[in-house]
Nanobody, 121 residues
């Protein structure tokens, strides 16, 4: 049973930073891609970024390029999302997800429960 548990969300002022964590368990993730998605109130869930666990190859949505960085810690089975220069439009529930690394842009098979990020202006 794959489990993904996010943490690190909170309230931050515009221009600030937050780091989200996603602790993964239940299987070996070396052949997986681990992604972050977000959903703002009244909007559809959107792709933010993903990383192939084995090679470390990353992909980013244009809206976060240069501001967000995804990384992973193999020893801790944890994926991180470092978010810098946050904007009010980054406010959303952020979800961690996992899929086969053969299709890093989806669809995704496993999802965490989400963590709220609120950026005040």
């Amino acid at each position: 049973q794959v489990q993904l548990v996010e943490s690190g969300g909170g309230l931050v002022q515009a221009g600030g930073s937050l780091r989200l964590s996603c602790a993964a368990s239940g299987r070996t993730f070396s052949s997986y891609a681990m992604g972050w998605f977000r959903q703002a109130p009244g909007k559809e869930r959107e792709f933010v970024t993903t990383i192939k666990w084995s090679a470390g190859t990353t992909y980013y949505a244009d809206s976060v390029k240069g501001r967000f960085a995804i990384s992973r810690d193999n020893a801790k089975n944890t994926v991180y999302l470092q978010m810098n220069s946050l904007k009010p439009e980054d406010t959303a529930v952020y979800y961690c997800a996992a899929t086969s690394e053969a299709r890093p842009l989806g669809p995704y098979d496993y999802w965490g429960q989400g963590t709220q990020v609120t950026v005040s202006s």
